[in-house]
């Protein structure tokens, strides 16, 4: 596609319910990375992917937390028993290069997830 | 751990005028350094990417900087319109003591208004 897609956009679930956030990146990006946004901050790094492969998962807040890419292309983001302070928009980023230091990150439009 | 802090958050200005967003880091080991925009709802869009052997880089109407050794980086936006009203945000990709990377650490923006 043209761009990042993710997807729902936006996603209510009561707290203890488990979501799952997907991401389609741009075709043939070798690396993948999730954010997380709060209201008002920044975003905040949680893992990162390079073709299926999870060189690093140190951001992911706690072991509730859980991502993958089996195919090296689509990644999912899982979130198990939601708590109110998981509640954020949650970005994906894909990039071209395995060069890190080159590589421009594009980011999708995110899932705003809200937690009751 | 790496922080990257940026001033003014917030900055509010009449249209046409030159203005200057400040980005600084703490950790001088940085691969690149990007600028993005942020529109109310929307992802990121990367404006500019600096990489660590170069001192600036332009587009269009933005010029950005990068200073390693003071910690510094500099988003110019020359003769300010309505649309460039948003969040900008600076974020650094910085190196592991091995030569690898994470993801980007990001600041928590500055939310910029151009008064018509």
């Known amino acids: 596609g043209a761009g990042v897609s993710q997807s729902p956009r936006y996603k209510v679930a009561k707290r203890g319910q488990d979501v799952a956030l997907r991401c389609d990146p741009i075709?043939?990006?070798?690396?993948l990375f999730w954010y997380q946004q709060a209201l008002g901050q920044g975003p905040e790094f949680l893992t990162y992917f390079q073709n299926e492969a999870q060189l690093d998962k140190s951001g992911l807040p706690s072991d509730r937390f859980f991502a993958e890419r089996p195919e090296g292309s689509v990644s999912t983001l899982k979130i198990q028993r939601t708590q109110q302070e998981d509640s954020a928009v949650y970005l994906c980023?894909?990039?071209?290069?395995?060069?890190?230091?080159?590589?421009?990150?594009?980011f999708g439009a995110g899932t705003r997830l809200s937690v009751l | 751990k790496q922080e990257v802090t940026q001033i003014p958050a917030a900055l509010s200005v009449p249209e046409g005028e030159n203005l200057v967003l400040n980005c600084s880091f703490t950790?001088?080991?940085?691969?690149?350094l990007q600028w993005f925009r942020q529109d109310p709802g929307k992802g990121l869009t990367s404006l500019l990417l600096i990489q660590s052997s170069q001192r600036e880089q332009t587009s269009g109407r933005l010029n950005a900087s990068l200073d390693k050794s003071s910690g510094r980086s500099t988003l110019y936006i020359a003769a300010s319109q309505p649309g460039d009203s948003a969040t900008y945000l600076c974020a650094g990709l910085f190196m592991y003591s091995g030569g690898g990377a994470d993801g980007l650490t990001f600041g928590k923006g500055t939310h910029l208004i151009i008064q018509p």
């Open positions: 075709s043939g990006h070798v690396s």
């Open positions: 980023a894909s990039s071209l290069f395995r060069n890190l230091a080159k590589n421009i990150q594009y």
């Open positions: 950790d001088s080991a940085i691969y690149n």
